[in-house]
Each structure stands twice: as structure tokens, then as C-alpha cells.
């Protein structure tokens, strides 16, 4: 019986390194790697160009543009109503004055067209027709450091780089590994967590500190205009309306005028639908159609009816190490 040498052993292995060697090393330098792509990703995520400072206080549209893109126009319909251009139906009922055309948030300006043209208030013909205000509004925001833009991009990009190096490495060595015919499967697996973990670390969030702060800032200094706290909106203003639904959502159009929100097919969470039923947050709840807008955190399409009853509107990777 002839007994195997280290020489021999060390001959056999992958780049003469052992599998629990290897893949020793590969942990703790993905550890090494996370760490620091969660740092790099913190700092950059906190970071405020001081070459754009800010502007003062947003728009009731571009506070709107901090939430998402679809809701500048649920915020510039209420704009409209607030100022009393357009009627229930979205139909716009006079001209703008000059003041109006001054002191319109540009969105606003670009539907009051909108809907002068096509004279239907649908949140898909919306979407369409305010699409070039909208493309320019989230362009400002970004080049005024509101929104991540393409300058973060690029430092976050940072963050990936020893990720992306070691998956590099660990598929070299499984390619080497599997040819000759040795166990990969613990190394496959934790390059399928580092992958993923790379993809968390390099995902762009959409509000910069600056944007964070903003909203934040704009959410706590108009609590009034909540929703739950039933709010004349008229007293606050004919732009108050407008700057709620930036905030807090369609329910606001629901509150304001159920008419317009169910003719829109305005959904309480925000955005628009193309149905004419209650809408499906997960886990909401429409009220019943006597209330005139829909319970917090429901979504309806309909201003006939918003319905009366509740309704939800490391296992083992095969034996081995790392080649």
C-alpha cells in the first residue's frame, strides 16, 4: 500500500491550495468586502454636494417627485380643483389668468392643456400628456441634488468594486476546480450570497440626504394635512389640497372631491388604475360608499362605490469546499 505525500496531496489541489483553504480565505475576504461596500454605500447615501445648494421650499409637484413619478400629476389635478379651473369631472371651466399662469406649478399648466385638449381627466392620458413636464421636473430635481442621479451612481459604483473582484476570483476557481473534478459546491454557495449582497449594496435608492431631508422636513410641517385628521383644505389655501396629495397620497382626491378622483380612477395609495373597483394595496380596506372616500390605506377606481365589505383592496450546496 503505497501512503499519500503532502507533496503529492498539495499536487491535487487546485492552484496547490486546498478546498477549506481557499475557501477560508474567500469568507473572510467577502466579509472584508461587505463591510466596506456598506460603509462606502453609507457615506455616499449621507454625502451633500455642496455645489448645489438648496433652493428653498419645493413646489407642491416637486415634492410629489420625491415620492414617485406618477404622483405630480394626482398633485397637479388637485392644484387645478384647489384654484377652481377644472370642475368634478376634470373638465376645465375657464381660462388661466396671468396670475394663475405665474404661480401654476409647471405640471399643472402642462395638464390644464391636457385636459382642454382631450377633456378627459384619465390618469393614462394624464401620464402621457404631462410626460415631457414631468422628464424636466425629475431633471431639475436631480441636477439640484433632490433625486440620485448619475454622480452618485458613480460613487456608489465604488462600493461594488471588491465585491465584484472577489466574484471574479471565485469564478475563476470553480471554473478550475470543476475541471479537475474536484467538490465546488460550498464555494457556489457563497458566491451566490456574495451576489447578492452585491446587488443590495450597488441598488440606488431614489432621494439623496438632501431629498430625505426635504420630505421628511415637508411631512413634518404638514401634519395638519392629513387625511385622518379630516382638514378643511380650503382654509389652508387653494395650493393646500395639492401639497397633501404630494405627501399623503390619492386619498386626499378621494377627500377633496370623490367625484374627480373616481373619474380619474385615482387610487388612495397614489398613482392611477385603469379599473373602475376598489383597488388592492395589500391589506387595505375600502369603506363604505356613504363615506365618500376610502379608509386609510385602501384604493378605489370608482366614485359610485367604494364597497362595504373589508377586503385585502442556507441549505447545503452539495459536498466539498472550494475546489
Request: hydrophobic residues 40%; proline residues 5%; charged residues 15%.
Amino acid at each position: 500500500m503505497v501512503l499519500r505525500t503532502d507533496a503529492a496531496a498539495a499536487a491535487t489541489d487546485t492552484w496547490g491550495i486546498s478546498g477549506p483553504a481557499f475557501l477560508l480565505f474567500y469568507v473572510l475576504a467577502g466579509l472584508s468586502a461587505v463591510a466596506f461596500g456598506y460603509a462606502r454605500r453609507a457615506a455616499v447615501m449621507r454625502a451633500v454636494d455642496p455645489a448645489r445648494p438648496q433652493a428653498g421650499p419645493l413646489r407642491p409637484s416637486e415634492t410629489a417627485m420625491l415620492v414617485d413619478d406618477r404622483r405630480p400629476v394626482l398633485a397637479g389635478l388637485a392644484q387645478l380643483r384647489g384654484h377652481q379651473i377644472i370642475d368634478s369631472t376634470g373638465t376645465p371651466v375657464r381660462p388661466l389668468t396671468a396670475t394663475e399662469e405665474q404661480g401654476l406649478d409647471p405640471i399643472s399648466r402642462a395638464l390644464y392643456a391636457h385636459l382642454h385638449r382631450s377633456g378627459q381627466a384619465r390618469m393614462p392620458g394624464m401620464l402621457v400628456g404631462t410626460a415631457g413636464v414631468s422628464m424636466a421636473l425629475r431633471s431639475d430635481l436631480t441636477e439640484r441634488g433632490y433625486l440620485f442621479g448619475e454622480k452618485q451612481r458613480k460613487a456608489l459604483r465604488t462600493a461594488r468594486f471588491p465585491l465584484f473582484v472577489l466574484l471574479a476570483l471565485g469564478l475563476v476557481r470553480l471554473i478550475a476546480g470543476a475541471a479537475a473534478h474536484h467538490a465546488v459546491g460550498f464555494l457556489v454557495f457563497a458566491m451566490i450570497v456574495l451576489a447578492v449582497i452585491t446587488v443590495a449594496v450597488g441598488r440606488p435608492p431614489r432621494l439623496t440626504q438632501r431629498g430625505r431631508d426635504a420630505l421628511a422636513a415637508a411631512q413634518a410641517g404638514n401634519r395638519h394635512l392629513r387625511p385622518a385628521n379630516s382638514p378643511a383644505y380650503s382654509a389652508y389655501g387653494p395650493d393646500s389640497a395639492a401639497l397633501a396629495v404630494a405627501l399623503y397620497g390619492g386619498l386626499v382626491l378621494w377627500t377633496l372631491d370623490p367625484t374627480l378622483a373616481g373619474a380619474a380612477s385615482v387610487v388612495a395609495g397614489g398613482g392611477g388604475s385603469d379599473g373602475s373597483s376598489c383597488g388592492s394595496d395589500s391589506g387595505s380596506t375600502c369603506s363604505s360608499s356613504s363615506s365618500s372616500s376610502c379608509s386609510s390605506g385602501s384604493s378605489c377606481g370608482s366614485s359610485s362605490s367604494c364597497g362595504s365589505s373589508s377586503s385585502s383592496c442556507g441549505s447545503s450546496c452539495g459536498g466539498g469546499c472550494g475546489g
